[in-house]
C-alpha cells in the first residue's frame, strides 16, 4: 500500500482520482488532516476541518463488485470508530454513519470508466469527524457531529486517529477481498438507522411517504407505501421528524 499524506488538500479524492488516471495501482492511499474543497454526495460540500480524518483510496475492482464496496466501507467504518470508543456506530441508508441520531462520517464513492464501458478505477473517499473542530460545525448541519467532543480525549489523538485508520484498512480489505461473499451485510442491515422509521422520498418527480420495513441482502431500501411494498436502489430519503437536509 502507498500511502500520500497531506496536511491539507483541497479534496483526496480529487487527488486520487488524478492519481488512478495516471496509472497509481490499487490500494494508493491519500489521506489530509484537512481539506479546503471536501466533497460529499450529490455535489454538497463535506466540512473537513482539522480533528478529522479524510482519506481516499484508489480501488480497481471487478466490474460487479462495486456496487457493495460503499456497504462494505460503511461496515469497516462502523467497527473502526468502535474500536476506540463504545458509542454505537448506526448506518444511515446508503453509507452515513450516526452515533446519536447524529452524523459522524461520511462515504463517497466515485468511478472512473474506460472507453468501452468497463470500471477503470473506484475512489473511495472516507470523512470521519474524530474531534469537535474549533470553529464547530455550522448551524446548516445541524445533524453533523464528532465522534469525541471536547474534553473527551485531551491527549493520544494522533494514536487514536491512527488505530481508527488501521482499523479501517483490515476490515475493509478483509471483505473488499471477496465482496461477493457479503461476510458485512448481516451487519449493515443489522445497524440499519432507517428501520422501523417514517421517510419521504421523490421517485418520478412525486413525493412519497413510506415506512422502512428491512435493508434486503443486495442493500437496497425494503419500504412500505400505502399497503405496497417498494423497493429502492438509490437515492436521497428524508426522515420525517428529523430537521434534515442530510449533511
Ligand atoms: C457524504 O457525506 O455525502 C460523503 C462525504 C465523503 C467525504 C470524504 S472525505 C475524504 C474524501 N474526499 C472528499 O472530498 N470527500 C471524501
Known amino acids: 500500500m502507498k500511502i500520500i499524506r497531506f496536511n491539507k488538500i483541497n479534496s483526496t ?14 490500494g494508493t492511499i491519500v489521506i489530509a488532516n484537512e481539506q479546503t474543497a471536501g466533497k460529499g454526495r450529490l455535489g454538497r460540500t463535506f466540512v473537513s476541518k482539522r480533528g478529522g480524518l479524510y482519506f481516499s483510496i484508489v480501488l480497481r475492482p471487478k466490474q460487479k463488485d462495486f456496487l457493495f464496496i460503499t456497504v462494505a466501507a460503511a461496515v469497516a467504518v462502523a467497527h473502526a470508530i468502535e474500536s476506540v470508543t463504545n458509542k454505537k456506530c448506526d ?6 454513519i450516526y452515533i446519536n441520531n447524529k452524523k459522524v462520517s461520511g462515504i463517497l464513492t466515485e468511478g472512473g470508466f474506460t ?25 446548516e448541519l445541524p445533524l453533523a457531529d464528532s465522534v469525541f467532543h ?17 482499523c479501517f484498512l483490515n476490515e475493509f480489505f478483509k471483505f473488499y477481498g471477496n465482496l461477493e461473499k457479503k461476510e458485512y451485510i448481516k451487519e449493515y ?24 420495513l428491512e435493508i434486503d441482502d443486495d ?19 428524508q426522515i420525517i421528524g428529523m430537521e434534515q437536509l442530510p449533511v
Open 115 to 139: 472507453s468501452t464501458g468497463n470500471i477503470d478505477y473506484i475512489i473511495l473517499g472516507v470523512g470521519i469527524n474524530i474531534f469537535e473542530p474549533k470553529e464547530k460545525f455550522p448551524k
Open 189 to 212: 442491515q443489522n445497524r440499519s438507522f432507517l428501520k422501523g422509521k417514517k421517510i419521504k422520498y421523490i421517485k418520478d418527480d412525486k413525493i412519497f411517504v413510506a415506512s422502512v
Open 91 to 96: 448506518i444511515k441508508w446508503v453509507n452515513d
Open 219 to 237: 442493500a437496497k431500501l425494503v419500504v412500505e407505501v400505502d399497503g405496497n411494498k417498494n423497493v429502492l436502489s438509490h437515492g436521497e430519503i
Open 13 to 26: 479524492n480529487d487527488y486520487a482520482k488524478k492519481l488512478a488516471t495516471k496509472g497509481f495501482n490499487e
Open 150 to 166: 471536547n474534553g473527551d480525549i485531551k491527549i493520544f489523538k494522533n494514536a487514536v486517529k491512527r488505530k481508527i485508520f488501521k
